[in-house]
């Protein structure tokens, strides 16, 4: 028997973290399944990082990984989805979210899980992204614990 990879790890308990926001969305559970659903996206960045070999052990890495991801493949759309997500975090603590704003942020948050767990694997459009910010650069160096230098 073979042990899962860490990765893996994540991954699983990414989609329990999911499932249980969905139990906790359909008992009306706004916060907890929020908060849920934060988990199962932090979770699914911690499972890129780890398969990518990045840093991924504190709060602000979770946030530079997205980001990351999102410009190495030109996908807007998955920051904007993590900001439903970070929003329904917030509102754990906050309480200030209407129930309409709760369940969008949770299908958000869905539709971003399964798009990083599709990313796992996946290769980045048209080579090697560049970086061209120093903002970039700072956020690779951040991830990998080295300068980037066309990596």
Not at 106 to 118: A, G, H, V
Request: aromatic share 12%; net charge negative; proline share 4%.
């Amino acid at each position: 028997m073979t042990t899962p990879s860490q990765s893996d790890q994540y991954v699983a308990l990414s989609r329990r973290y999911i499932r249980q926001a969905e139990e906790e969305l359909a008992q009306e559970d706004y916060l907890q399944a929020g908060e849920k659903a934060w988990g199962a996206v932090a979770t699914a960045i911690k499972a890129v990082s780890e398969r990518r070999g990045w840093f991924h052990k504190h709060h602000d890495l979770t946030y530079e990984a997205l980001m990351w991801l999102a410009d190495e493949f030109g996908r807007q759309d998955l920051k904007d989805a993590f900001a439903w997500t970070e929003r329904v975090h917030r509102n754990y603590y906050e309480d200030r979210m209407t129930e309409p704003e709760v369940i969008r942020g949770i299908e958000r948050s869905r539709f971003l899980r399964q798009e990083l767990e599709n990313l796992l694997t996946a290769q980045p459009p048209a080579g090697q992204f560049t970086p061209e910010s120093n903002l970039q650069k700072r956020r690779w160096e951040k991830l990998t614990g080295r300068p980037w230098d066309n990596a």
